[in-house]
Structures are given as structure tokens and as C-alpha cells.
């Protein structure tokens, strides 16, 4: 790929020693003719390729819209969706581009870096201080003031309030997740153990834990949580930890909290209760659980449908809090570029995605993720739905959000905490080396910010 | 003949990832994560045919891969074995120094070159755009040195004879040269084909459209957030596989034949 | 490329134009545990893998050149993993080297062995990556040797064979000199790409566990489009380059001594 420049010198060199040696001229006539059909072929499909490009009515504004979330299930959704606000405007016209989670940064920071960003894309909160800190992003203030429609209660507070950076809104949030406990009736039923309520804390947890671990056979497992970045700063919550200190300068998540918490995680795989990665081999933790081989299951709610026709009774609860309760908190986002040449347009498709009262319609309906509205009535659509009966264990998991820190240099920052909870969770380092350690790395990390 | 055993055992066993692709491709959900796994579905289904087909505009998504393919491999054929020539033949100056840039282009990893590629196709308005995806496939250094390889082994005495009747740079080209290359050719065109057919990055970054995706693109669109639909995935995966494959057997029946025609009329 | 080369004394996070940085990103390398690491174990992996994927494709070659029935069949047979992708080659081979009762393990504890975490395990994790990479590989290899012996004319052979050589020394005499233009080829190509070896690692093991199977290209494309660290990327694939470019260069240099072309 790299040496096409080079292959257009290899190309005119062959040929150019080739005619340079020539004494044949019917010969070269012959085979020229076929070399320049050849290109001529080669560029007609290209031509065509090329004109085969639809153009947009010049009277239409054209907004791009470029997505993950849509990527595989639910590209018919945000068709209707689109349809929905081109009725609504027409003199606007979306053009959806989409790539899959796994490959959207890389796309997205091409783009970026190529002077092509999208007028409006999503983020996740994780991601968004990134783009929003190198002014990717458009203040979305500026448009939503002039709205005069607009109030931003119509949006769940929190997650409207996460993507404002220094006064500025740089988003507005489309939808948001969390994660529960899963729990299978029937395991819990074989060990003779209650099951879980959502008063329960760590210590109930851990004792129902044991209980299971005695009655339940070999490979099925009690209590499944990874150690890792994501479930580590959550459980930090529950232990009354944070992250990173107020002014985001010195990482705090060493102090005494953070050792309970990844104690707490680490035991579970040290106690037995959750399987090590050889014990797993090629199962994924959601096909365990699926296989009934969990009792217990630390994941995210978008696991629902997957689980819907197993051959065991299962519910959701709420996750036990350690000295308080603490929940994720996930969200993502629709952004603008700051560099769109139509941010009016771009304000309202990004409004009417998130927050319209047809798009929110069917987004419920198609069970595309919760959107972030406030509006409990819309909301009581997702609630009615089953399984899981306890669907309202994920707006009680709301009400404690603990949310991700998240800095400018987010990937780096997550990469090396994980490789060092890695470490912990191997018994290559202990406990308090390993956030000591970890704690050191992102104080380099914060010092660059 | 105990080779002959053991080279049919092994390659029984090379088959077992396509066996197991096309099988896990025919069987419904709940087979496909059964534990232990199963090699041949019980209850076959062309279900996951049926749903990537639903998914993915695949009659577009073939012809598209194939327009690009057929044409950069036509192009990377052509460019490789003119240069490989040259450099195996003539003598011009800078010649070794030309060839180790060649090769420089084969050590630096596609990640790095990625972003400056973009943003030049950019200045040429090609983002978005077949040539803009097939330009920088046109030639392959990797084809250049194969065919160098191999037009450094030809015996010279073949050429020294035609020399001697006067024959060009141009007649050794293409009636000794090329004829005895056959064999490379064929490698070439099956490897070239299968780095087009399978490019991925860059067809990623420059592509935006959804009517002008690649076949490797779509099928990565196949994997959500968090959940995969395995069984399709597999079904997709062993389509995209079927052309190399039987180009393969197209071409391997053709080295073949010529190496018993070819014959070496001296 | 040059492109690359410049951006190496660059600070650019891909969204905000780039900085200049003078050698700084270089210096930052030298130091870099992570970097350092990741070309460790690129070089173990082509130690362990080239010989193996020579030596198998050699074979696989050899005994594939005659025409027998089946032969063509096979040869297919051997080229279709290079066919496949990873994601379903790497699928297979955790499947047979799953420490939880995969083929291997079991067979292990058969005669009383208890199997190694394989992939999970910082210790053979690396060889986890190898086996199957060689194995995958190998119909490439066979390929461009088949092309190679295809081009052997076979009155060599004959006339040796007349004056009353066995097949080990046609073998060894004749084939195999004969073969190393094509064996050169082999050897440089391999070395090129694999010190560039990322899909498998990426699928297979994202470079775990505790970083023992995390390659040099693993790294760049880490810093550059996840920590937004493009130059110092650049940087490192400018040592990459640069290393794999004198190894060539040797190489190219030592070809005079032992192939043969006429």
C-alpha cells in the first residue's frame, strides 16, 4: 500500500528499460495497447465509482451524524429516528456513517486529524474530556440559549451536567447504563441460600458467598466480579474512596478505602468464588452465567435480552453496598464538531435524538439502551418490561451514581492502573504495592495533564 | 510412502479452522456455545445465512470488494513484475539503493503511515472515494522482490541464446522471462488478492459511505459494544473466505498444468 | 513514510495540531519499560517462529511437489488457514490449548500431567501466540518454496539421479541450493512483517497476561490512537524501521555467500 509512489517508479522504470531496449515495434504497439486498455479499464470503474457518489438537493442542509451505538442492532432504529426529524425539518438532512465500538476512535481521530470531523458524532464519558480539552468539540451553549423551547430538566440531571467542562456544554447525554448484580434463583435455591435484597452490603454478600461455595458442585462459581479498572473505582466508592483528589492532581485511590476495595475484589478470586482466567478458558463471563454456572453476577443491564431464554429463573438486584452504596454510572453522548459549518442544524438533530418525545419512543421500544430523559412517565415503558422482574433496581442503582474519573489522557491513565490490578490479582505484587505503585504512575500521568 | 500419511494426516488436520468456521456458521444459537463443543451441528440451519444477508447489503458489499480487488491486483501484477525485471535484469543507476527503499516501505507499520496518508488523499479530494481507496494498493513492494526472486533464478543460459539471436530487454521479457514466472505469478496473484480482498485500516479510515464499504469493513460492523452475534458472524466470516479460496483452486490447477506444458524447449 | 519519520520529533495528539519536540520523544524510548518489553518479546517471537514456519513449510513443500493423487487437494488443504482469519483461527486454538479441559490439557492429565494456562499463563503465553501463528503461516511458505522448486528444472534432477545420486543428496545438493533465492525471499519477507506482528497478539491475547506477549506494534498503536501520542508512535516505529532495516541490510549483504542464482 505504502509503495504506490514508488510502485509508479518501479512501473515507469520497467517500462522505461524496457523501451529504452526496444527493437521490436510491432510488438510494443501490441502490448502497450494492452497496458493502456488495462488502465483505461481500471479507470473507467473508478470513474464510475466516483460518480457514483449521490448528491444532496443544494436546497438541503447536510448535517453528518456518525455512530457506534446504532452498530450492529439497531441501524434500522436510528433510521426511523432520522426519518423522524427529516419530517420535522426538512430542509435538514442527516447522513449517518457508522463504524463499530472497536474501530470508531481510531475512524473518529483520523477524521479529526484530517481536518473531516463529523458535524455531530457520540462519546462516552470516558472519552469526552479527551476531544473536549483539545477543543474538538462544539459549547453547545450557544445554540440551546437561542432555543427558546429548550430546558435542560428535560434531561436526567446528572448525566446533562457530566458534559459540561468549565461552564461549557460540550454535549448532551443520549443515553446511560449502569451495572447490577445479577443473581440465578435456582442456584441459590439448591444451596438453600436467601437470596439477595437491596439492603444487603458486602459483609451479606460475602457471607451468602461462602454458603454457596460449600453446596454448590465443582465449576459453578459463588460470586462473579473482575478486578479490573472499571469495577475497581466503583467499589472504591462503596468504600468510601475516591479516585482522585478534588483538584484532579494527586491520585488518592491508594489510601486506606482503595485497599479494602481491591482486597475485596481480589479475595473473591483468591476465595474461589470467582473463576481465575485459566478456569475460564474460553468462556466469556456472560455465556457462564448463561450456562447457569454463576450465582451471583457483577455486570451491565445491557445483558437483559441476552438472558432472556435461559432455562433458569434469574433477577437483578441492586449492588450491596461496602460503608455506602455506590453504583456505575455510564452515559453517552451526542457532540458537535466545532468546526461544523452548521451548528444550528447540528443542535437540533442533536437535541431531537436524545430527547424528543418520538425519538424517546423508539428508542424504548426497540430496547436501545435507557435513554437520559427525566420524563418518569416515558420511562415507565422500560420498567414494564420483563425479564428481569426488578427493573427498578436500575433506577434505585441511580440514585448512589459513582462516576468514572476521567482525564485528559483517559486511555493511558485506565491501561496503567489495569496493568497493575493485574498484577495484584496474580499475586505477582500484593495488594499495597500494587496501588502504591499504580498511584505512582498516575501521579506521572496527572503531571503532564 | 510414509511422507504420503503423515502429509495427508497433517493436512487433515490444516483443515480443521475451515471445517469448523463453515460448521459453527450452520448452527443455530444454542449449539453454537454448547460446552464441550460439537464439530458437526446436529440440527444444521441456514438461519445465520439468512440473518447476514438481512444485516448486510451483501450483493454491494461483494461487488465492491471485488471492483477494488480485481483492479489493484491487475495493477500490483503488472508494476511487480515490470520492476522485478528491472531489477533483476538491468543495470541502471542506484539500482540496490532503489531496491532497499522498496523494501523500507515493507518495515514501517500501516498504524503510522495512516493518519499522513489520510490527510494527503484529503488535499486530493479522494476521501470517500473508490480511487481514494485503491490508489494506495496499486503497487506492492513485497510483489516487486518475489518476482525479482524469481527472474534471478532463471537460468541464464535461456537468455544468453535468445540474446544471441538479437532478442530486446522486451522479447526476453515477455517470452522467457514471464513464461517461466508463471508459477510466482500465480503465488503473487493469490497473495495479492488476499491482502486487497482482507485490507482492512485502510479502507476503515478513508471509506464513510455505507454504499461503498469493503466486505472485511461490514463484517467488523457484525460486533456491538458488547455482545456478538457468534453464529453470524461465522456465517459472514466463511463467505468473505470463499473467493480466496477458490481462486486458489483456479490457480493451483493452472501451475500445474504449465509447469507440464511449459516444458523447457530450451 | 518520510511523514512518519517527521512526525517522530513531534508531540501530536491527533486532535490539536503537532509540536515540535526535537529528540525528545527518542530519549523518552530509551527509558520506556513498556517499549523495551515489547521488543523482547517481538524477538523471541520470530525466534520461535521462524525456524518453525520454514521448516514446516519446507516439508509441507517437498512432499506436496510430485504430482500424486490428491496432491492438489492437499495443497489446498494447507493453504486454507492462510485463508482464514484470526478471529476463527485463534477461536480453534483456544479452543484445543483451553486450560479448562481443552484437547491438549486433557490429554495431559491423561498420562498424569497437569497442563500449563497456556494463553492465561505469563509463561507460555508467548508460545501460545507462536505454535499457531507458525501453523497458520505455513501455506504461505509452501506456496512461495512450491513456486521455487516448480522452477528447478527437472532435468537436474534427472541427470543427477542417472548418475547414480541417492535422494538424500539430490536433496541436499541440488533442490535446496537451487531453492535459495526463493528461501531468501522467505527469510527476509518473514523477518520484515513479523517484527511488524500484531493481529494475532491483539486477538488472542491483547498483549497479556502482565504484558508478556506485548509486541512493538502493539505499543505504537497504542500510543498513537488511544493515548493520542503520535509522535512518540512515530518514534518507536523509527526504531523499528531502523532495526529491521539493518537486519535486511545484512541480509542483502550475506546473500552473495549462500544463494545461488545463476
Not at chain 3, 486454507?80 to 484437547?103: D, H, Q, Y
Given at each position: 500500500?505504502?509503495?504506490?509512489?514508488?510502485?509508479?517508479?518501479?512501473?515507469?522504470?520497467?517500462?522505461?528499460?524496457?523501451?529504452?531496449?526496444?527493437?521490436?515495434?510491432?510488438?510494443?504497439?501490441?502490448?502497450?495497447?494492452?497496458?493502456?486498455?488495462?488502465?483505461?479499464?481500471?479507470?473507467?470503474?473508478?470513474?464510475?465509482?466516483?460518480?457514483?457518489?449521490?448528491?444532496?438537493?443544494?436546497?438541503?442542509?447536510?448535517?453528518?451524524?456518525?455512530?457506534?451505538?446504532?452498530?450492529?442492532?439497531?441501524?434500522?432504529?436510528?433510521?426511523?429516528?432520522?426519518?423522524?426529524?427529516?419530517?420535522?425539518?426538512?430542509?435538514?438532512?442527516?447522513?449517518?456513517?457508522?463504524?463499530?465500538?472497536?474501530?470508531?476512535?481510531?475512524?473518529?481521530?483520523?477524521?479529526?486529524?484530517?481536518?473531516?470531523?463529523?458535524?455531530?458524532?457520540?462519546?462516552?464519558?470516558?472519552?469526552?474530556?479527551?476531544?473536549?480539552?483539545?477543543?474538538?468539540?462544539?459549547?453547545?451553549?450557544?445554540?440551546?440559549?437561542?432555543?427558546?423551547?429548550?430546558?435542560?430538566?428535560?434531561?436526567?440531571?446528572?448525566?446533562?451536567?457530566?458534559?459540561?467542562?468549565?461552564?461549557?456544554?460540550?454535549?448532551?447525554?443520549?443515553?446511560?447504563?449502569?451495572?447490577?448484580?445479577?443473581?440465578?434463583?435456582?442456584?441459590?435455591?439448591?444451596?438453600?441460600?436467601?437470596?439477595?435484597?437491596?439492603?444487603?452490603?458486602?459483609?451479606?454478600?460475602?457471607?451468602?458467598?461462602?454458603?454457596?461455595?460449600?453446596?454448590?458442585?465443582?465449576?459453578?462459581?459463588?460470586?462473579?466480579?473482575?478486578?479490573?479498572?472499571?469495577?475497581?473505582?466503583?467499589?472504591?466508592?462503596?468504600?468510601?474512596?475516591?479516585?482522585?483528589?478534588?483538584?484532579?492532581?494527586?491520585?488518592?485511590?491508594?489510601?486506606?478505602?482503595?485497599?479494602?476495595?481491591?482486597?475485596?475484589?481480589?479475595?473473591?478470586?483468591?476465595?474461589?468464588?470467582?473463576?481465575?482466567?485459566?478456569?475460564?478458558?474460553?468462556?466469556?463471563?456472560?455465556?457462564?452465567?448463561?450456562?447457569?454456572?454463576?450465582?451471583?453476577?457483577?455486570?451491565?443491564?445491557?445483558?437483559?435480552?441476552?438472558?432472556?431464554?435461559?432455562?433458569?429463573?434469574?433477577?437483578?438486584?441492586?449492588?450491596?453496598?461496602?460503608?455506602?452504596?455506590?453504583?456505575?454510572?455510564?452515559?453517552?453522548?451526542?457532540?458537535?464538531?466545532?468546526?461544523?459549518?452548521?451548528?444550528?442544524?447540528?443542535?437540533?438533530?442533536?437535541?431531537?435524538?436524545?430527547?424528543?418525545?418520538?425519538?424517546?419512543?423508539?428508542?424504548?421500544?426497540?430496547?436501545?439502551?435507557?435513554?437520559?430523559?427525566?420524563?418518569?412517565?416515558?420511562?415507565?415503558?422500560?420498567?414494564?418490561?420483563?425479564?428481569?422482574?426488578?427493573?427498578?433496581?436500575?433506577?434505585?442503582?441511580?440514585?448512589?451514581?459513582?462516576?468514572?474519573?476521567?482525564?485528559?489522557?483517559?486511555?493511558?491513565?485506565?491501561?496503567?492502573?489495569?496493568?497493575?490490578?493485574?498484577?495484584?490479582?496474580?499475586?505477582?505484587?500484593?495488594?499495597?504495592?500494587?496501588?502504591?505503585?499504580?498511584?505512582?504512575?498516575?501521579?506521572?500521568?496527572?503531571?503532564?495533564? | 510412502?510414509?511422507?504420503?500419511?503423515?502429509?495427508?494426516?497433517?493436512?487433515?488436520?490444516?483443515?480443521?479452522?475451515?471445517?469448523?468456521?463453515?460448521?459453527?456458521?450452520?448452527?443455530?444459537?444454542?449449539?453454537?456455545?454448547?460446552?464441550?463443543?460439537?464439530?458437526?451441528?446436529?440440527?444444521?440451519?441456514?438461519?445465520?445465512?439468512?440473518?447476514?444477508?438481512?444485516?448486510?447489503?451483501?450483493?454491494?458489499?461483494?461487488?465492491?470488494?471485488?471492483?477494488?480487488?480485481?483492479?489493484?491486483?491487475?495493477?500490483?501484477?503488472?508494476?511487480s513484475?515490470?520492476a522485478g525485471y528491472a531489477f533483476a535484469r538491468?543495470?541502471?543507476?542506484?539500482?540496490?539503493?532503489?531496491f532497499?527503499?522498496y523494501?523500507?516501505?515493507?518495515?514501517?507499520?500501516?498504524?503510522?503511515?495512516?493518519?499522513?496518508?489520510?490527510?494527503?488523499?484529503?488535499?486530493?479530494?479522494?476521501?470517500?472515494?473508490?480511487?481514494?481507496?485503491?490508489?494506495?494498493?496499486?503497487?506492492?513492494?513485497?510483489g516487486v522482490f518475489l518476482m525479482r526472486q524469481a527472474m534471478l533464478?532463471?537460468?541464464?543460459?535461456?537468455?544468453?541464446?535468445?540474446?544471441?539471436?538479437?532478442?530486446?530487454?522486451?522479447?526476453?521479457?515477455?517470452?522467457?522471462?514471464?513464461?517461466?514466472?508463471?508459477?510466482?505469478?500465480?503465488?503473487?496473484?493469490?497473495?495479492?488478492?488476499?491482502?486487497?480482498?482482507?485490507?482492512?485500516?485502510?479502507?476503515?479510515?478513508?471509506?464513510?459511505?455505507?454504499?461503498?464499504?469493503?466486505?472485511?469493513?461490514?463484517?467488523?460492523?457484525?460486533?456491538?459494544?458488547?455482545?456478538?452475534?457468534?453464529?453470524?458472524?461465522?456465517?459472514?466470516?466463511?463467505?468473505?473466505?470463499?473467493?480466496?479460496?477458490?481462486?486458489?483452486?483456479?490457480?493451483?490447477?493452472?501451475?500445474?498444468?504449465?509447469?507440464?506444458?511449459?516444458?523447457?524447449?530450451? | 513514510?518520510?511523514?512518519?519519520?517527521?512526525?517522530?520529533?513531534?508531540?501530536?495528539?491527533?486532535?490539536?495540531?503537532?509540536?515540535?519536540?526535537?529528540?525528545?520523544?527518542?530519549?523518552?524510548?530509551?527509558?520506556?519499560?513498556?517499549?523495551?518489553?515489547?521488543?523482547?518479546?517481538?524477538?523471541?517471537?520470530?525466534?520461535?517462529?521462524?525456524?518453525?514456519?520454514?521448516?514446516?513449510?519446507?516439508?509441507?513443500?517437498?512432499?506436496?511437489?510430485?504430482?500424486?493423487?490428491?496432491?492438489?487437494?492437499?495443497?489446498?488443504?494447507?493453504?486454507?488457514?492462510?485463508?482464514?482469519?484470526?478471529?476463527?483461527?485463534?477461536?480453534?486454538?483456544?479452543?484445543?490449548?483451553?486450560?479448562?479441559?481443552?484437547?491438549?490439557?486433557?490429554?495431559?492429565?491423561?498420562?498424569?500431567?497437569?497442563?500449563?494456562?497456556?494463553?492465561?499463563?505469563?509463561?507460555?503465553?508467548?508460545?501460545?501466540?507462536?505454535?499457531?501463528?507458525?501453523?497458520?503461516?505455513?501455506?504461505?511458505?509452501?506456496?512461495?518454496?512450491?513456486?521455487?522448486?516448480?522452477?528447478?528444472?527437472?532435468?537436474?534432477?534427472?541427470?543427477?539421479?542417472?548418475?547414480?545420486?541417492?535422494?538424500?543428496?539430490?536433496?541436499?545438493?541440488?533442490?535446496?541450493?537451487?531453492?535459495?533465492p526463493?528461501?531468501?525471499f522467505?527469510?527476509?519477507?518473514?523477518?520484515?512483517?513479523?517484527?511488524?506482528?500484531?493481529?494475532?497478539?491483539?486477538?488472542?491475547?491483547?498483549?497479556?497476561?502482565?504484558?508478556?506477549?506485548?509486541?512493538?506494534?502493539?505499543?505504537?498503536?497504542?500510543?498513537?490512537?488511544?493515548?493520542?501520542?503520535?509522535?512518540?508512535?512515530?518514534?518507536?516505529?523509527?526504531?523499528?524501521?531502523?532495526?529491521?532495516?539493518?537486519?535486511?541490510?545484512?541480509?542483502?549483504?550475506?546473500?552473495?555467500?549462500?544463494?545461488?542464482?545463476?
Amino acid at each position: 500500500m505504502k509503495s504506490s509512489l514508488w510502485g509508479f517508479v518501479g512501473f515507469g522504470k520497467g517500462l522505461h528499460g524496457l523501451v529504452h531496449h526496444l527493437l521490436g515495434g510491432k510488438q510494443m504497439k501490441g502490448i502497450k495497447k494492452k497496458i493502456w486498455a488495462a488502465g483505461i479499464a481500471g479507470a473507467l470503474i473508478a470513474t464510475v465509482g466516483l460518480i457514483g457518489n449521490p448528491t444532496v438537493a443544494a436546497s438541503k442542509t447536510t448535517v453528518n451524524f456518525f455512530t457506534f451505538t446504532s452498530v450492529p442492532d439497531h441501524v434500522k432504529d436510528l433510521a426511523a429516528m432520522v426519518a423522524a426529524f427529516e419530517k420535522k425539518n426538512p430542509t435538514i438532512h442527516i447522513n449517518v456513517q457508522s463504524a463499530s465500538y472497536a474501530d470508531y476512535f481510531t475512524k473518529l481521530k483520523t477524521r479529526v486529524a484530517g481536518n473531516q470531523t463529523p458535524d455531530t458524532f457520540e462519546l462516552n464519558y470516558e472519552n469526552f474530556v479527551t476531544y473536549a480539552a483539545a477543543g474538538t468539540l462544539l459549547d453547545l451553549n450557544k445554540a440551546s440559549k437561542k432555543d427558546v423551547g429548550f430546558k435542560k430538566s428535560v434531561y436526567y440531571g446528572k448525566a446533562y451536567d457530566v458534559f459540561n467542562l468549565r461552564g461549557k456544554q460540550y454535549g448532551v447525554p443520549s443515553s446511560f447504563s449502569t451495572v447490577v448484580m445479577y443473581y440465578n434463583k435456582d442456584l441459590f435455591k439448591q444451596a438453600g441460600v436467601a437470596t439477595p435484597t437491596a439492603q444487603w452490603d458486602w459483609s451479606d454478600e460475602a457471607a451468602a458467598a461462602a454458603a454457596l461455595k460449600a453446596k454448590l458442585p465443582e465449576g459453578t462459581y459463588a460470586d462473579f466480579q473482575p478486578t479490573q479498572f472499571w469495577e475497581f473505582y466503583k467499589v472504591l466508592g462503596q468504600a468510601g474512596g475516591k479516585f482522585l483528589s478534588a483538584d484532579k492532581k494527586t491520585a488518592t485511590f491508594n489510601k486506606q478505602p482503595g485497599i479494602n476495595a481491591l482486597n475485596w475484589l481480589v479475595q473473591k478470586t483468591t476465595s474461589g468464588y470467582t473463576p481465575t482466567k485459566a478456569q475460564m478458558g474460553t468462556l466469556a463471563d456472560d455465556a457462564m452465567f448463561k450456562a447457569g454456572k454463576i450465582a451471583m453476577y457483577h455486570s451491565g443491564i445491557w445483558l437483559f435480552d441476552a438472558f432472556k431464554d435461559v432455562p433458569f429463573g434469574w433477577d437483578i438486584v441492586v449492588e450491596p453496598g461496602g460503608v455506602t452504596p455506590g453504583n456505575h454510572f455510564f452515559a453517552n453522548a451526542v457532540v458537535a464538531s466545532a468546526k461544523t459549518k452548521n451548528p444550528e442544524a447540528a443542535w437540533k438533530w442533536a437535541k431531537f435524538m436524545t430527547s424528543d418525545p418520538a425519538a424517546v419512543k423508539i428508542r424504548l421500544a426497540a430496547n436501545w439502551e435507557i435513554p437520559a430523559i427525566s420524563d418518569k412517565k416515558a420511562l415507565s415503558l422500560y420498567l414494564s418490561k420483563t425479564p428481569p422482574a426488578n427493573r427498578a433496581a436500575v433506577f434505585e442503582a441511580l440514585k448512589n451514581p459513582v462516576t468514572p474519573p476521567v482525564i485528559r489522557q483517559q486511555n493511558e491513565m485506565q491501561d496503567t492502573v489495569n496493568a497493575w490490578l493485574e498484577k495484584a490479582l496474580n499475586g505477582s505484587v500484593s495488594v499495597i504495592e500494587a496501588l502504591n505503585s499504580a498511584a505512582k504512575d498516575v501521579n506521572a500521568i496527572l503531571a503532564k495533564e | 510412502m510414509r511422507p504420503k500419511f503423515f502429509t495427508t494426516l497433517f493436512g487433515i488436520l490444516m483443515l480443521f479452522p475451515f471445517i469448523w468456521m463453515i460448521s459453527s456458521s450452520l448452527k443455530n444459537s444454542v449449539e453454537a456455545f454448547a460446552t464441550p463443543p460439537t464439530l458437526f451441528p446436529k440440527a444444521p440451519t441456514l438461519e445465520n445465512y439468512r440473518n447476514v444477508f438481512r444485516a448486510l447489503d451483501m450483493p454491494r458489499l461483494f461487488f465492491n470488494s471485488f471492483a477494488v480487488s480485481v483492479v489493484c491486483v491487475f495493477m500490483q501484477l503488472t508494476s511487480s513484475a515490470l520492476a522485478g525485471y528491472a531489477f533483476a535484469r538491468l543495470n541502471f543507476r542506484g539500482k540496490n539503493a532503489i531496491f532497499l527503499i522498496y523494501l523500507a516501505t515493507m518495515m514501517i507499520p500501516f498504524q503510522v503511515i495512516i493518519v499522513p496518508l489520510f490527510i494527503e488523499m484529503r488535499h486530493f479530494g479522494l476521501i470517500d472515494s473508490f480511487l481514494g481507496l485503491g490508489l494506495p494498493m496499486i503497487a506492492s513492494a513485497f510483489g516487486v522482490f518475489l518476482m525479482r526472486q524469481a527472474m534471478l533464478a532463471i537460468p541464464r543460459e535461456l537468455e544468453e541464446a535468445a540474446i544471441l539471436d538479437g532478442a530486446s530487454h522486451f522479447r526476453l521479457f515477455f517470452s522467457i522471462a514471464l513464461p517461466l514466472c508463471i508459477p510466482t505469478l500465480a503465488a503473487l496473484t493469490i497473495l495479492s488478492f488476499m491482502s486487497v480482498w482482507n485490507a482492512y485500516l485502510w479502507p476503515l479510515v478513508v471509506i464513510f459511505s455505507p454504499e461503498k464499504m469493503t466486505l472485511p469493513l461490514a463484517l467488523s460492523n457484525l460486533h456491538g459494544e458488547n455482545l456478538t452475534d457468534w453464529p453470524m458472524v461465522m456465517a459472514a466470516t466463511t463467505l468473505a473466505a470463499l473467493p480466496i479460496a477458490i481462486i486458489y483452486l483456479v490457480l493451483q490447477k493452472q501451475i500445474a498444468q504449465s509447469f507440464l506444458t511449459a516444458g523447457l524447449k530450451g | 513514510m518520510l511523514a512518519a519519520g517527521v512526525l517522530s520529533f513531534t508531540s501530536w495528539d491527533l486532535l490539536s495540531p503537532p509540536e515540535w519536540i526535537g529528540f525528545n520523544n527518542f530519549k523518552e524510548l530509551i527509558s520506556d519499560r513498556d517499549f523495551l518489553n515489547s521488543l523482547r518479546n517481538t524477538l523471541v517471537f520470530i525466534a520461535g517462529y521462524l525456524p518453525l514456519v520454514y521448516f514446516l513449510g519446507l516439508a509441507a513443500a517437498l512432499a506436496l511437489n510430485r504430482k500424486f493423487k490428491g496432491s492438489l487437494a492437499l495443497r489446498a488443504a494447507y493453504f486454507l488457514p492462510v485463508v482464514t482469519s484470526w478471529v476463527i483461527v485463534a477461536l480453534l486454538w483456544k479452543w484445543i490449548l483451553n486450560p479448562n479441559g481443552g484437547l491438549v490439557n486433557s490429554a495431559l492429565s491423561a498420562i498424569g500431567i497437569q497442563g500449563p494456562g497456556w494463553w492465561t499463563s505469563k509463561n507460555w503465553s508467548m508460545i501460545s501466540v507462536i505454535v499457531p501463528s507458525a501453523w497458520k503461516d505455513l501455506g504461505y511458505v509452501m506456496l512461495i518454496l512450491l513456486a521455487g522448486l516448480q522452477a528447478i528444472p527437472p532435468e537436474y534432477k534427472e541427470a543427477a539421479s542417472i548418475d547414480g545420486a541417492s535422494k538424500r543428496q539430490i536433496l541436499f545438493r541440488i533442490t535446496l541450493p537451487l531453492l535459495t533465492p526463493a528461501t531468501f525471499f522467505v527469510l527476509v519477507v518473514s523477518l520484515i512483517n513479523n517484527f511488524q506482528v500484531f493481529d494475532q497478539i491483539w486477538i488472542m491475547t491483547t498483549g497479556g497476561p502482565e504484558g508478556s506477549t506485548s509486541v512493538v506494534v502493539q505499543q505504537i498503536v497504542k500510543n498513537s490512537f488511544e493515548y493520542g501520542h503520535m509522535g512518540y508512535a512515530s518514534a518507536m516505529s523509527m526504531v523499528l524501521f531502523l532495526i529491521i532495516m539493518i537486519i535486511t541490510a545484512v541480509q542483502i549483504r550475506l546473500q552473495k555467500r549462500w544463494v545461488n542464482y545463476e
